[in-house]
Each structure stands twice: as structure tokens, then as C-alpha cells.
């Protein structure tokens, strides 16, 4: 069992609901010891769990981070919040991610992991013209040595390719043999278990049949594509880099449906078990 | 019943067992009636099928496509052929769609179909950097209108965004902006159901769900990841633009397991299967 910090800051969305359902599964009660920083303790009652009462939603945020921080807990598990409501109490609010990164001064990454698929992003929330102006070899390398440590073990890391067929050896773009082979090649200097550059179409139905842990995409829908059309509700967004795991489920606060009892409490079952997993 | 002619040029790879286990297939037997193009009638020899013997491989290709043309049959499809091989008899073959659209005069573009989700790429083989510079609302329109056509009734056809969250509102690029909206509104204006631009990772599942009939998907792997991932065998490579339907399995002449048995004919009959259905 793991002790898991639960931030539940936006009481307007489905945070609360799909926290309590969560936390009553009985998988996740078999693995996880949470404590649950929220502005109120009210929609916990049932639980008979430790709620931590703190002001606003970031301080929910940041609160369940210190936890983290202070080791009174093994992993923190972020329920979805409204960047809007989130940067209305803090104007240079822009997301969980920023918010943590900067709070622990650490450059981080993004991971998503499903049942069948694991799949880290080397750049994220850039415009595609950029992509192939802005990747680098150090932050393909940076962000396959986060996901090898993540994993544990000898995890098999498939590096994407940037163009159709991996450039076809040069046919559609140099990227591959500029920026992609070099990274490579520093991972397995480093003893990291990486391959490629491989195709995109062609790697993926490899990587769910089981030919390889984790998948490097190089930007955010050759990544994001794959893994939410496989298990959309099972797969958790995974922040790599922070002093401690941090799991979140990859929806948001779906306002239009909360406190009517229709809220899916598998993602974030998911990603509770997940935080639990990665907790060391 | 329709009338299929099938190119089978390519006798070093499994293309000959391939078409022969196809043919013998119950599916296959009820809905097509095939002429096979190819150097040699003896590999169908039990099959008691019309076997058209043609010279070279892009023999094979041409005379399939002119009993197209000629109304002797309702569609074509082509076994895989190796392009280095077509090479050796004609230097300027980089392969099959550009041999037909040239032979016929015409632009066409891709359409990968499957049983789950139907793509069609507004670019193809072309290195990512150049994408977004490339990229028009013109052949938007174009490859929508193909597929509009080719799909019959009133397809409700998704345009995928270039960007992540397709821009988000502006945020990372203005391609959905400048290209891809002025496209959808053209495709409306000319009564066609589109809509978009979409976030590509949030459209697939929708799509898969059954709320879109087509993807327009802008670049190859936006495209062609998701359709390989979710049913690699039973997906069909389908050229719009012809004067008559094409389909082809989308894998290649796998040399090395010729002849021995191992090959699964089953993309093959699921090419059969589609000429069929798109045969008017």
C-alpha cells in the first residue's frame, strides 16, 4: 500500500465525485493510502479518509506537492482542474505541469501510459511548423532517460522517426539521421536499451504486440493519437522529471455533467493504481 | 458479381499465392469475378480462373488498368510489386498510383479503409517540415470532394487540424486558421457534410465510434498511424481519382517468405472485398 497525495482543488467539476468513487474501489483501496487536499472535506464523509482542508484551487495543488516533497507521502495524483479557474486565482497559471515544474525547479516530461501502450513526448505543445526547427538530440536523450528511470528495469525504447517512413533513408527529410540517430546512439553509449528511428505506422502495432516498453514520439499528436485511440480510459498522463511520480487522469472537469452521478471514475481509478505503481 | 482485374506482375514476392488463396475464399468467390494480369497462368492453374498472360511486371499493371478503362471490368487491384523491380523495367516507376494517375491523366489521392475507420491524406510522401508550408485548402477540398464521391450518400466527412488540440483557439499555430476552415467552408458550400478542424486525438475515437464515415487527415502519419494500429490486415489501400475504383493490400512482396506457405492472404481478400464494393 502506498501513500498517495490527492489534489482535488475545483469543487465545480467532477474532481470530488470521481475522487470518492475512486478511493471506495476496491482495487484502488487494496494499493493506495490517500490523503485528499481539498477546499472541503464534506463530499469525503463517506470515506473515512484524511482530508486536508486548503484554500483555493492551487493551494490544493501546491499543498499536496509539499506532502510530496516533505515524504509524507510516495506519489502525488492530480484531479482534473479548470486552467481558466486555476489562473483566475494565479494570472501566470497555465497548467498542472508548469505549475509543479516550476514549483520543484525541474525540467519535467510528459508520458502517457496505458494498458498497451507507453508513449513519451520529446516536444509537446508546439505548433507543428516548429517541431522540426526546435527538436534536439538532448531532448530526445532527456526525455528517454526520464522514461528509462520511470520504468525501471531494462525498459525497450522505440525512438519514432520526424517524416512519413522515417525519411525512407532520406527520401522525405534529413531529421532523422541529423537529430533522431545521434540521440540514439547517446542512449545506447549510456546503456539504455533505445532503437530506431522507426517508422510511426509500422512501430506502433509492434509496440502493443509487446516488442517494446515505451514508445518516444517525437510530437504531440504522433504520441497522443495512438495512445488514446487504443484505452482512452485506461491511460493515465504520467509527469517524468518531478522529485516524486505524479499521475493525473487525461480529462478535464466535464462541468456540464457533475453532480449528476454520470461521471466515469475509471481514469482516475487508473490513474491512482498507476501513481501506487510508480511510487517507490 | 463484379468484374475485378487483378494485376499479379511481381513473381519473385508472395503476390501469385496471395491472389490464388484470395480468389478460392468463400467471401471473395460470391461478390468477385477476376481476371488475373499476369507473366504466367501456371500458379492459378486449379484456380479455373481467366488468367491474361503479360509481359514484365509493369506489363502486368498497364493491361489490368487499359481492361479498366476499356468497361471489361468494374475495378482494379493490385497485388504488391517491388518498386526496385519495376525500376529495372522502366527507370522512371516509383510505383503504382503514380503509374496509373499518369497512364489516366489524372490526380488522385490516397484512401486507407478499414472496418473501423476510413482516412484520406491531404499530403503523402512528404518530409514534416514541409507539410505546413505545402499544405492548401485546395487539396483539402480536393481529396474531401474524392472521398465525398467515392463513398457515396451523404459521408460525414472530419478534417483533421495541423496542429495540437488543432491550434487550441490560435494558440500553437493558425494553419486551422488560414487553410483548413476556408477548406471546410468551401466543402459546405458545395453541400458536402464536413466538419473541423479538429484535435486529432480526440477525433479518432469519435470517428472509430461511428459519428464520422471519413478523416481527412492533413500529413502521412496523422493518418496512417491510427489506421494501421487499429486493424493493420483488414485495411485497404484505396487510389481516388481514377476513372475507375483501385485497391491494393497495403503491405509489400515479403520476398522472403515466398513460396512457402506463410503468407496471409487475408488483406488480399479484403482488397478484393473493396474493389467490390466500390465497383458502381
Given at each position: 500500500?502506498?501513500?498517495?497525495a490527492i489534489?482535488?482543488?475545483?469543487?465545480?467539476?467532477?474532481?470530488?465525485?470521481?475522487v470518492?468513487?475512486?478511493?471506495?474501489?476496491?482495487?484502488v483501496a487494496s494499493?493506495v493510502?490517500?490523503t485528499?487536499?481539498?477546499?472541503?472535506?464534506a463530499p469525503f464523509?463517506?470515506l473515512n479518509?484524511r482530508?486536508?482542508?486548503?484554500?483555493?484551487i492551487?493551494?490544493c495543488?501546491?499543498?499536496?506537492a509539499?506532502?510530496c516533497l516533505?515524504?509524507?507521502?510516495?506519489?502525488?495524483?492530480t484531479a482534473?482542474l479548470?486552467k481558466?479557474r486555476?489562473a483566475?486565482e494565479d494570472?501566470?497559471?497555465?497548467g498542472?505541469?508548469?505549475?509543479?515544474?516550476q514549483l520543484c525547479g525541474v525540467?519535467?516530461?510528459?508520458m502517457m501510459?496505458g494498458?498497451?501502450l507507453?508513449?513519451v513526448l520529446?516536444t509537446n505543445?508546439l505548433?507543428?511548423?516548429?517541431?522540426?526547427?526546435?527538436?534536439?538530440?538532448e531532448q530526445i536523450?532527456f526525455?528517454?532517460k526520464?522514461?528509462h528511470?520511470a520504468?525501471?528495469?531494462?525498459?525497450?525504447?522505440?525512438?519514432?522517426?520526424l517524416?512519413?517512413?522515417a525519411?525512407d533513408?532520406?527520401?522525405?527529410?534529413d531529421?532523422?539521421?541529423?537529430?533522431?540517430?545521434?540521440a540514439?546512439?547517446q542512449l545506447q553509449?549510456?546503456?539504455?536499451?533505445?532503437?530506431?528511428?522507426?517508422a510511426a505506422d509500422?512501430?506502433?502495432?509492434?509496440?502493443?504486440k509487446?516488442?517494446?516498453?515505451?514508445v518516444?514520439?517525437l510530437?504531440?499528436d504522433?504520441?497522443?493519437?495512438p495512445?488514446?485511440l487504443?484505452d482512452?480510459?485506461e491511460?493515465?498522463?504520467?509527469?517524468l522529471?518531478l522529485?516524486?511520480?505524479?499521475?493525473?487522469?487525461d480529462h478535464?472537469?466535464?462541468d456540464?455533467?457533475?453532480g449528476k452521478g454520470l461521471?466515469?471514475p475509471e481514469?482516475?481509478?487508473?490513474?491512482?493504481?498507476?501513481?501506487a505503481?510508480?511510487?517507490?
Amino acid at each position: 500500500v502506498k501513500r498517495i497525495a490527492i489534489s482535488v482543488g475545483d469543487t465545480i467539476g467532477i474532481g470530488s465525485e470521481i475522487v470518492a468513487a475512486a478511493l471506495a474501489d476496491a482495487r484502488v483501496a487494496s494499493r493506495v493510502d490517500g490523503t485528499i487536499f481539498a477546499p472541503s472535506a464534506a463530499p469525503f464523509a463517506k470515506l473515512n479518509a484524511r482530508v486536508v482542508e486548503t484554500k483555493g484551487i492551487l493551494g490544493c495543488v501546491d499543498a499536496a506537492a509539499f506532502h510530496c516533497l516533505g515524504k509524507r507521502a510516495d506519489a502525488l495524483c492530480t484531479a482534473p482542474l479548470s486552467k481558466e479557474r486555476g489562473a483566475r486565482e494565479d494570472a501566470s497559471f497555465v497548467g498542472h505541469t508548469e505549475r509543479l515544474a516550476q514549483l520543484c525547479g525541474v525540467r519535467t516530461a510528459m508520458m502517457m501510459s496505458g494498458p498497451r501502450l507507453r508513449v513519451v513526448l520529446a516536444t509537446n505543445h508546439l505548433q507543428l511548423s516548429e517541431v522540426p526547427k526546435r527538436l534536439t538530440a538532448e531532448q530526445i536523450v532527456f526525455v528517454a532517460k526520464l522514461a528509462h528511470g520511470a520504468l525501471g528495469g531494462a525498459p525497450r525504447i522505440a525512438v519514432l522517426g520526424l517524416n512519413p517512413h522515417a525519411g525512407d533513408g532520406g527520401l522525405f527529410g534529413d531529421e532523422e539521421e541529423r537529430i533522431v540517430a545521434p540521440a540514439i546512439a547517446q542512449l545506447q553509449a549510456l546503456g539504455i536499451d533505445a532503437s530506431g528511428p522507426w517508422a510511426a505506422d509500422g512501430l506502433y502495432p509492434r509496440a502493443v504486440k509487446g516488442d517494446f516498453d515505451c514508445v518516444v514520439a517525437l510530437y504531440h499528436d504522433q504520441g497522443l493519437v495512438p495512445v488514446k485511440l487504443l484505452d482512452f480510459r485506461e491511460t493515465v498522463n504520467v509527469t517524468l522529471g518531478l522529485p516524486f511520480p505524479r499521475t493525473s487522469p487525461d480529462h478535464g472537469t466535464a462541468d456540464d455533467i457533475a453532480g449528476k452521478g454520470l461521471a466515469d471514475p475509471e481514469p482516475m481509478i487508473s490513474a491512482l493504481l498507476m501513481a501506487a505503481t510508480l511510487a517507490r
